[in-house]
Protein backbone atom coordinates (compact mmCIF):
# COMPACT_ATOMS: atom_id res chain seq x y z
CA UNK A 1 0.00 0.00 0.00
CA UNK A 2 2.97 2.23 0.48
CA UNK A 3 4.03 2.87 -3.33
CA UNK A 4 0.07 3.53 -4.81
CA UNK A 5 -0.28 5.89 -7.44
CA UNK A 6 -2.47 7.34 -9.67
CA UNK A 7 -6.43 8.96 -9.17
CA UNK A 8 -8.16 5.50 -9.67
CA UNK A 9 -5.39 3.95 -6.86
CA UNK A 10 -6.45 6.73 -4.81
CA UNK A 11 -10.36 6.36 -4.87
CA UNK A 12 -9.71 2.51 -4.73
CA UNK A 13 -8.20 3.18 -1.47
CA UNK A 14 -10.15 5.69 0.16
CA UNK A 15 -13.53 3.31 -0.79
CA UNK A 16 -11.87 0.69 0.88
CA UNK A 17 -10.43 2.96 4.17
CA UNK A 18 -14.07 3.80 4.22
CA UNK A 19 -15.47 0.66 4.36
CA UNK A 20 -12.82 -0.59 6.93
CA UNK A 21 -13.87 2.14 9.11
CA UNK A 22 -17.58 1.65 8.61
CA UNK A 23 -17.13 -2.30 9.74
CA UNK A 24 -14.64 -1.75 12.14
CA UNK A 25 -17.53 0.62 13.74
CA UNK A 26 -20.05 -1.67 13.20
CA UNK A 27 -17.97 -4.89 14.48
CA UNK A 28 -17.32 -3.13 17.70
CA UNK A 29 -20.65 -3.53 18.72
CA UNK A 30 -20.05 -6.79 18.44
CA UNK A 31 -16.88 -7.00 20.01
CA UNK A 32 -18.38 -6.98 22.85
CA UNK A 33 -20.70 -9.91 22.55
CA UNK A 34 -22.76 -11.71 24.97
CA UNK A 35 -21.91 -10.33 28.41
CA UNK A 36 -23.16 -10.92 32.03
CA UNK A 37 -23.70 -7.65 33.26
CA UNK A 38 -21.66 -4.99 33.85
CA UNK A 39 -18.32 -4.39 36.32
CA UNK A 40 -17.33 -0.93 37.82
CA UNK A 41 -14.28 0.81 37.33
CA UNK A 42 -13.63 2.81 40.10
CA UNK A 43 -9.74 4.54 38.56
CA UNK A 44 -8.02 4.19 35.22
CA UNK A 45 -4.77 5.52 34.55
CA UNK A 46 -1.85 4.97 33.10
CA UNK A 47 2.09 5.21 34.70
CA UNK A 48 4.83 5.26 32.05
CA UNK A 49 3.97 2.61 29.47
CA UNK A 50 1.35 0.85 31.45
CA UNK A 51 -2.33 1.09 31.68
CA UNK A 52 -4.43 0.36 34.94
CA UNK A 53 -7.83 0.24 35.97
CA UNK A 54 -9.24 -0.78 39.41
CA UNK A 55 -13.06 -1.54 39.74
CA UNK A 56 -15.23 -3.59 41.30
CA UNK A 57 -18.45 -6.75 40.63
CA UNK A 58 -20.89 -6.19 42.74
CA UNK A 59 -22.93 -9.57 42.23
CA UNK A 60 -20.13 -11.72 40.88
CA UNK A 61 -21.64 -15.22 41.07
CA UNK A 62 -18.41 -18.25 41.18
CA UNK A 63 -15.55 -16.46 40.17
CA UNK A 64 -12.12 -19.17 40.15
CA UNK A 65 -10.08 -16.60 38.11
CA UNK A 66 -10.35 -13.26 36.06
CA UNK A 67 -9.02 -11.74 32.99
CA UNK A 68 -8.53 -8.14 31.05
CA UNK A 69 -9.96 -8.68 27.70
CA UNK A 70 -9.67 -6.69 24.58
CA UNK A 71 -11.18 -7.36 21.71
CA UNK A 72 -11.53 -5.97 18.22
CA UNK A 73 -14.42 -7.46 17.07
CA UNK A 74 -12.82 -8.72 13.89
CA UNK A 75 -10.82 -11.77 13.31
CA UNK A 76 -10.92 -15.23 14.32
CA UNK A 77 -12.63 -14.23 17.91
CA UNK A 78 -11.13 -10.72 17.75
CA UNK A 79 -9.38 -10.73 21.15
CA UNK A 80 -6.13 -8.81 20.64
CA UNK A 81 -5.26 -9.27 24.60
CA UNK A 82 -5.99 -11.58 27.78
CA UNK A 83 -4.29 -10.91 30.49
CA UNK A 84 -4.97 -12.77 34.21
CA UNK A 85 -5.48 -10.03 36.64
CA UNK A 86 -5.22 -10.22 40.34
CA UNK A 87 -8.78 -10.04 42.40
CA UNK A 88 -9.80 -10.39 45.57
CA UNK A 89 -13.43 -10.55 47.65
CA UNK A 90 -14.26 -7.90 50.06
CA UNK A 91 -15.93 -9.99 52.21
CA UNK A 92 -17.52 -6.59 54.04
CA UNK A 93 -19.47 -6.10 50.96
CA UNK A 94 -19.04 -9.90 49.06
CA UNK A 95 -17.84 -7.01 46.15
CA UNK A 96 -15.22 -8.98 44.08
CA UNK A 97 -12.55 -6.31 43.56
CA UNK A 98 -10.20 -6.24 40.94
CA UNK A 99 -7.05 -4.55 39.32
CA UNK A 100 -5.63 -4.98 36.23
CA UNK A 101 -1.84 -5.87 37.28
CA UNK A 102 -0.43 -6.29 40.84
CA UNK A 103 2.37 -3.22 39.58
CA UNK A 104 1.70 -0.05 38.00
CA UNK A 105 4.29 -0.63 35.31
CA UNK A 106 3.10 -4.25 34.46
CA UNK A 107 -0.06 -5.25 33.07
CA UNK A 108 -0.94 -3.67 29.51
CA UNK A 109 1.74 -2.24 27.57
CA UNK A 110 -0.12 0.48 25.58
CA UNK A 111 2.68 0.76 22.78
CA UNK A 112 2.29 -2.34 22.19
CA UNK A 113 -1.13 -2.56 21.02
CA UNK A 114 -1.88 -2.63 17.32
CA UNK A 115 -3.61 -0.10 15.49
CA UNK A 116 -7.41 -0.15 15.20
CA UNK A 117 -10.01 0.22 17.89
CA UNK A 118 -11.04 -2.45 20.75
CA UNK A 119 -13.59 -2.80 23.32
CA UNK A 120 -12.00 -3.98 27.02
CA UNK A 121 -13.88 -6.72 28.87
CA UNK A 122 -13.36 -8.04 32.28
CA UNK A 123 -13.35 -11.98 31.81
CA UNK A 124 -14.39 -14.48 34.92
CA UNK A 125 -14.10 -18.18 34.99
CA UNK A 126 -15.80 -20.68 37.50
CA UNK A 127 -13.95 -23.69 38.71
CA UNK A 128 -15.21 -25.56 35.59
CA UNK A 129 -13.85 -23.03 33.41
CA UNK A 130 -17.00 -21.51 31.83
CA UNK A 131 -16.42 -17.76 31.23
CA UNK A 132 -18.54 -14.89 31.18
CA UNK A 133 -18.11 -11.19 29.98
CA UNK A 134 -18.82 -7.73 32.05
CA UNK A 135 -18.45 -4.90 29.97
CA UNK A 136 -16.62 -2.39 32.15
CA UNK A 137 -18.33 0.95 33.11
CA UNK A 138 -17.64 4.56 34.46
CA UNK A 139 -17.52 5.05 38.33
CA UNK A 140 -14.69 6.88 38.39
CA UNK A 141 -16.26 9.82 39.59
CA UNK A 142 -17.81 10.54 43.39
CA UNK A 143 -19.25 13.38 45.47
CA UNK A 144 -15.54 14.31 46.54
CA UNK A 145 -14.32 14.52 42.96
CA UNK A 146 -15.33 14.52 39.30
CA UNK A 147 -15.16 11.22 36.52
CA UNK A 148 -11.43 10.77 35.10
CA UNK A 149 -11.18 12.34 31.95
CA UNK A 150 -10.17 10.45 28.50
CA UNK A 151 -6.51 9.43 28.55
CA UNK A 152 -4.58 10.51 25.09
CA UNK A 153 -1.57 9.05 25.38
CA UNK A 154 1.51 8.90 23.22
CA UNK A 155 3.43 5.76 22.35
CA UNK A 156 7.29 6.04 22.27
CA UNK A 157 8.34 6.05 18.85
CA UNK A 158 12.00 4.04 18.93
CA UNK A 159 11.69 3.84 15.20
CA UNK A 160 8.56 2.47 15.15
CA UNK A 161 6.52 5.95 14.73
CA UNK A 162 4.24 7.32 17.16
CA UNK A 163 0.76 6.21 17.73
CA UNK A 164 -1.72 8.06 19.76
CA UNK A 165 -4.01 6.08 22.02
CA UNK A 166 -7.12 7.36 23.24
CA UNK A 167 -9.05 5.79 25.88
CA UNK A 168 -12.72 6.42 27.25
CA UNK A 169 -15.56 5.13 27.69
CA UNK A 170 -18.08 4.56 25.15
CA UNK A 171 -21.75 3.55 24.37
CA UNK A 172 -22.07 0.54 21.71
CA UNK A 173 -25.59 0.26 21.17
CA UNK A 174 -27.25 -0.75 24.47
CA UNK A 175 -24.13 -0.60 26.23
CA UNK A 176 -21.31 0.92 28.12
CA UNK A 177 -17.73 -0.22 28.09
CA UNK A 178 -14.44 0.99 27.86
CA UNK A 179 -12.44 1.64 24.46
CA UNK A 180 -9.19 1.87 23.13
CA UNK A 181 -8.70 3.78 19.78
CA UNK A 182 -5.05 3.09 18.45
CA UNK A 183 -4.26 5.47 15.26
CA UNK A 184 -0.67 6.40 13.38
CA UNK A 185 -0.25 10.18 14.74
CA UNK A 186 2.42 12.59 14.86
CA UNK A 187 3.65 13.66 18.18
CA UNK A 188 2.58 16.87 19.35
CA UNK A 189 4.83 19.75 19.83
CA UNK A 190 4.76 19.84 23.40
CA UNK A 191 4.51 16.18 24.13
CA UNK A 192 7.80 14.01 25.09
CA UNK A 193 8.74 10.73 24.86
CA UNK A 194 11.34 11.17 28.02
CA UNK A 195 12.30 13.68 30.74
CA UNK A 196 15.67 13.96 31.89
CA UNK A 197 15.99 16.16 35.34
CA UNK A 198 18.83 17.08 36.37
CA UNK A 199 19.03 17.49 40.01
CA UNK A 200 19.59 20.76 41.60
CA UNK A 201 20.17 23.87 40.09
CA UNK A 202 20.04 27.75 40.92
CA UNK A 203 21.75 28.62 44.39
CA UNK A 204 21.11 24.97 45.47
CA UNK A 205 24.31 23.01 44.35
CA UNK A 206 23.42 19.51 45.92
CA UNK A 207 26.32 17.79 46.80
CA UNK A 208 29.73 19.46 47.21
CA UNK A 209 33.42 17.62 47.27
CA UNK A 210 36.66 18.59 45.92
CA UNK A 211 35.69 21.64 44.50
CA UNK A 212 33.21 19.96 42.52
CA UNK A 213 29.52 20.29 43.12
CA UNK A 214 26.55 17.84 41.77
CA UNK A 215 24.58 20.84 40.38
CA UNK A 216 26.99 21.31 37.78
CA UNK A 217 28.15 17.75 36.73
CA UNK A 218 24.84 16.42 36.89
CA UNK A 219 24.15 19.27 34.08
CA UNK A 220 26.70 17.85 32.11
CA UNK A 221 25.68 14.36 32.44
CA UNK A 222 22.29 15.37 31.31
CA UNK A 223 22.94 16.88 28.36
CA UNK A 224 25.22 14.08 27.60
CA UNK A 225 22.14 11.55 27.78
CA UNK A 226 19.84 13.90 25.90
CA UNK A 227 22.13 14.25 23.25
CA UNK A 228 22.69 10.09 23.05
CA UNK A 229 19.05 9.64 23.85
CA UNK A 230 17.73 11.81 20.47
CA UNK A 231 20.37 10.25 18.43
CA UNK A 232 18.32 6.44 19.17
CA UNK A 233 15.04 8.50 18.13
CA UNK A 234 13.65 9.55 21.38
CA UNK A 235 11.95 13.32 21.59
CA UNK A 236 13.58 14.72 25.12
CA UNK A 237 12.57 17.20 27.49
CA UNK A 238 15.44 18.98 30.15
CA UNK A 239 14.01 20.22 32.91
CA UNK A 240 16.88 22.62 33.34
CA UNK A 241 19.53 23.76 31.00
CA UNK A 242 21.88 25.92 33.03
CA UNK A 243 20.38 28.93 32.22
CA UNK A 244 18.20 29.58 35.61
CA UNK A 245 19.02 32.35 37.52
CA UNK A 246 21.78 31.43 40.12
CA UNK A 247 20.21 33.00 42.73
CA UNK A 248 17.04 31.09 42.46
CA UNK A 249 16.58 28.12 45.34
CA UNK A 250 14.93 25.54 42.87
CA UNK A 251 13.95 23.58 45.90
CA UNK A 252 11.42 26.34 46.56
CA UNK A 253 10.29 26.55 42.93
CA UNK A 254 10.00 22.78 41.99
CA UNK A 255 5.67 23.05 42.01
CA UNK A 256 6.29 26.66 40.07
CA UNK A 257 4.36 26.77 36.05
CA UNK A 258 7.98 26.49 35.22
CA UNK A 259 9.30 24.65 37.95
CA UNK A 260 10.65 20.89 37.31
CA UNK A 261 7.51 18.89 38.93
CA UNK A 262 4.87 20.71 36.19
CA UNK A 263 7.02 20.67 33.45
CA UNK A 264 7.95 17.26 33.69
CA UNK A 265 3.66 16.22 34.21
CA UNK A 266 3.00 18.08 31.19
CA UNK A 267 5.51 16.91 29.00
CA UNK A 268 3.16 13.17 28.69
CA UNK A 269 6.59 12.02 28.58
CA UNK A 270 6.45 8.32 29.43
CA UNK A 271 9.87 8.09 31.10
CA UNK A 272 11.64 9.79 33.39
CA UNK A 273 15.21 9.98 34.67
CA UNK A 274 15.97 12.27 37.69
CA UNK A 275 19.87 12.82 37.49
CA UNK A 276 21.98 12.96 40.53
CA UNK A 277 25.19 11.96 42.37
CA UNK A 278 25.66 10.60 46.04
CA UNK A 279 27.95 11.90 49.19
CA UNK A 280 29.75 10.12 51.96
CA UNK A 281 31.95 11.39 54.51
CA UNK A 282 33.16 7.40 53.75
CA UNK A 283 34.94 8.06 50.84
CA UNK A 284 34.93 3.89 49.81
CA UNK A 285 31.76 4.22 49.70
CA UNK A 286 30.70 4.09 45.95
CA UNK A 287 28.32 2.81 43.29
CA UNK A 288 24.81 3.27 41.69
CA UNK A 289 21.47 3.43 43.30
CA UNK A 290 18.14 3.92 41.16
CA UNK A 291 15.20 4.73 43.34
CA UNK A 292 11.65 3.30 41.54
CA UNK A 293 8.18 3.35 43.11
CA UNK A 294 7.65 1.67 45.97
CA UNK A 295 3.86 0.57 43.62
CA UNK A 296 6.45 -0.06 40.21
CA UNK A 297 7.90 -3.03 39.65
CA UNK A 298 11.88 -3.61 39.21
CA UNK A 299 12.36 -3.93 35.54
CA UNK A 300 12.71 -0.22 34.49
CA UNK A 301 15.21 0.40 37.40
CA UNK A 302 16.73 -2.27 36.96
CA UNK A 303 17.19 -2.25 33.22
CA UNK A 304 19.29 1.49 34.14
CA UNK A 305 21.34 0.45 36.92
CA UNK A 306 22.23 -2.90 35.00
CA UNK A 307 23.25 -0.61 31.96
CA UNK A 308 25.54 1.29 34.19
CA UNK A 309 27.33 -1.37 35.66
CA UNK A 310 27.93 -3.21 32.07
CA UNK A 311 28.65 -0.02 30.21
CA UNK A 312 30.83 2.19 32.48
CA UNK A 313 33.58 1.58 35.18
CA UNK A 314 30.82 1.25 38.04
CA UNK A 315 29.59 -0.48 40.25
CA UNK A 316 26.64 -1.22 41.68
CA UNK A 317 26.35 0.38 45.06
CA UNK A 318 26.60 -2.03 48.40
CA UNK A 319 24.02 -0.35 50.44
CA UNK A 320 21.32 -2.42 52.25
CA UNK A 321 17.80 -2.37 51.58
CA UNK A 322 18.31 -3.18 47.75
CA UNK A 323 15.45 -4.81 45.64
CA UNK A 324 17.73 -6.45 42.99
CA UNK A 325 21.47 -5.11 42.47
CA UNK A 326 21.53 -1.52 42.51
CA UNK A 327 17.77 -0.64 42.36
CA UNK A 328 16.34 0.61 45.86
CA UNK A 329 12.86 2.21 47.17
CA UNK A 330 12.55 4.58 49.94
CA UNK A 331 9.23 5.22 51.64
CA UNK A 332 8.42 8.01 54.35
CA UNK A 333 9.89 6.25 57.65
CA UNK A 334 8.02 6.86 60.98
CA UNK A 335 10.89 9.49 62.25
CA UNK A 336 10.50 11.21 58.38
CA UNK A 337 6.50 11.56 59.18
CA UNK A 338 7.19 12.70 62.61
CA UNK A 339 9.78 15.67 61.42
CA UNK A 340 6.93 16.54 58.36
CA UNK A 341 4.00 16.75 60.77
CA UNK A 342 6.37 18.93 62.91
CA UNK A 343 6.84 21.57 60.14
CA UNK A 344 3.98 21.33 58.82
CA UNK A 345 2.47 22.59 62.40
CA UNK A 346 5.36 25.20 62.85
CA UNK A 347 4.01 26.78 59.23
CA UNK A 348 0.28 26.43 59.79
CA UNK A 349 -0.97 23.65 57.67
CA UNK A 350 -2.38 20.08 57.98
CA UNK A 351 -0.14 18.15 56.76
CA UNK A 352 -1.04 15.27 53.98
CA UNK A 353 -2.04 12.20 54.48
CA UNK A 354 1.41 10.35 53.98
CA UNK A 355 2.09 7.10 55.34
CA UNK A 356 5.02 4.44 55.89
CA UNK A 357 3.98 3.61 52.03
CA UNK A 358 4.25 6.77 50.57
CA UNK A 359 6.96 7.16 48.11
CA UNK A 360 9.65 9.53 49.48
CA UNK A 361 11.06 11.24 46.65
CA UNK A 362 9.16 14.14 45.10
CA UNK A 363 10.47 13.27 41.40
CA UNK A 364 9.18 9.76 41.90
CA UNK A 365 5.74 10.25 43.74
CA UNK A 366 4.61 13.96 42.28
CA UNK A 367 5.45 12.88 38.48
CA UNK A 368 3.37 9.80 38.93
CA UNK A 369 -0.44 11.47 39.16
CA UNK A 370 -3.07 9.51 41.21
CA UNK A 371 -1.17 6.26 40.36
CA UNK A 372 2.13 7.03 42.82
CA UNK A 373 -0.60 9.11 45.31
CA UNK A 374 0.92 12.69 44.50
CA UNK A 375 -0.46 15.05 46.32
CA UNK A 376 0.98 18.40 46.67
CA UNK A 377 -1.98 20.79 46.40
CA UNK A 378 -0.86 24.28 47.44
CA UNK A 379 -1.20 23.94 51.47
CA UNK A 380 2.40 24.49 52.37
CA UNK A 381 3.02 28.29 52.12
CA UNK A 382 6.70 27.33 50.78
CA UNK A 383 5.93 25.84 47.78
CA UNK A 384 3.68 25.82 44.34
CA UNK A 385 0.90 23.36 43.44
CA UNK A 386 1.42 20.51 41.76
CA UNK A 387 -1.24 21.29 39.00
CA UNK A 388 -1.02 17.01 37.96
CA UNK A 389 -1.69 15.42 41.56
CA UNK A 390 -4.71 14.25 40.34
CA UNK A 391 -3.81 13.38 36.44
CA UNK A 392 -4.65 10.11 35.49
CA UNK A 393 -1.34 9.53 33.07
CA UNK A 394 1.98 9.44 35.20
CA UNK A 395 5.35 9.62 34.30
CA UNK A 396 7.33 6.53 35.35
CA UNK A 397 9.95 8.55 37.31
CA UNK A 398 13.44 6.65 38.37
CA UNK A 399 15.93 8.66 40.73
CA UNK A 400 18.98 7.77 39.62
CA UNK A 401 22.15 7.93 42.19
CA UNK A 402 25.06 7.89 39.06
CA UNK A 403 27.63 7.02 41.35
CA UNK A 404 29.32 8.84 44.51
CA UNK A 405 30.72 12.01 44.02
CA UNK A 406 32.91 11.39 47.23
CA UNK A 407 34.71 8.43 46.01
CA UNK A 408 37.84 8.77 43.68
CA UNK A 409 37.00 6.03 41.22
CA UNK A 410 33.48 7.22 41.04
CA UNK A 411 34.39 11.05 40.51
CA UNK A 412 37.14 9.48 37.58
CA UNK A 413 33.69 7.76 35.31
CA UNK A 414 31.58 11.22 35.92
CA UNK A 415 34.26 13.17 34.83
CA UNK A 416 36.12 11.41 31.83
CA UNK A 417 33.19 9.46 30.49
CA UNK A 418 30.34 11.28 30.02
CA UNK A 419 29.69 9.46 26.41
CA UNK A 420 30.07 5.75 28.28
CA UNK A 421 27.39 7.11 30.49
CA UNK A 422 25.13 8.86 28.31
CA UNK A 423 25.26 5.48 25.78
CA UNK A 424 24.89 3.33 28.43
CA UNK A 425 21.55 4.53 29.86
CA UNK A 426 20.21 5.05 25.78
CA UNK A 427 21.15 1.09 25.70
CA UNK A 428 19.26 0.43 28.61
CA UNK A 429 16.21 2.82 27.40
CA UNK A 430 16.20 0.47 24.43
CA UNK A 431 16.68 -2.40 26.26
CA UNK A 432 13.45 -1.90 28.22
CA UNK A 433 11.55 -0.55 25.75
CA UNK A 434 12.22 -3.53 22.70
CA UNK A 435 11.84 -5.61 25.63
CA UNK A 436 8.43 -4.41 26.13
CA UNK A 437 7.52 -5.53 22.84
CA UNK A 438 8.70 -9.16 23.06
CA UNK A 439 7.11 -9.47 25.82
CA UNK A 440 4.27 -7.42 26.55
CA UNK A 441 2.87 -8.86 29.74
CA UNK A 442 -0.21 -10.41 28.27
CA UNK A 443 -1.06 -12.36 24.64
CA UNK A 444 -0.75 -9.56 22.28
CA UNK A 445 3.32 -11.08 20.84
CA UNK A 446 1.92 -12.54 18.22
CA UNK A 447 -0.27 -10.05 16.95
CA UNK A 448 2.03 -7.09 16.69
CA UNK A 449 1.53 -5.63 13.30
CA UNK A 450 -1.48 -6.91 12.39
CA UNK A 451 -3.52 -3.88 11.45
CA UNK A 452 -7.03 -4.47 12.32
CA UNK A 453 -8.45 -1.31 11.11
ZN1 LIG B 1 20.99 15.25 44.56
Known amino acids: MKHVRGAGCLILLLTLLTTTLLS ?38 EVASAALVLRS ?10 AEVPVSLSKKQGRLRFRSAEKIDEGLCLDTLPTGTCAAL ?14 LEDETGSDKKPAEPAIEYYTLSHGRGHRKVTTEFRTLGERNTLVFQVR ?30 ERDIVLEEAKAIRTALERAGYKVLLTRDGSEDPEVNMAYTLYDKDGRVNRACASKAKLSLSIHLNYSPNKSQNGVQVYRSRKAGDAF ?24 PGVYTRTFSTADLREERAKAKAKGFSFYEA ?19 AYVDGRNPDYGTNEYRNSNQGVDGLLCELAFLTNPEDLKVLLQDQRGIASSI ?11 YENPGGQTADLLGKETL
Open 73 to 82: GSGEDGTLYR
Open 122 to 135: LETRDREGTPRYWT
Open 426 to 436: TNAVDHYVDGL
Open 301 to 324: ARAIAGGLVDGTGLSYSTMAGKTV
Open 184 to 213: RSRLPADVYDIVIDPGHGGKDPGAQSGGYS
Open 24 to 61: ACGSLKGAVGETAGAAQVTRYYTYGMFFQLEGFLEEPG
Open 355 to 373: TTSTDYYFMIREFGGIATG
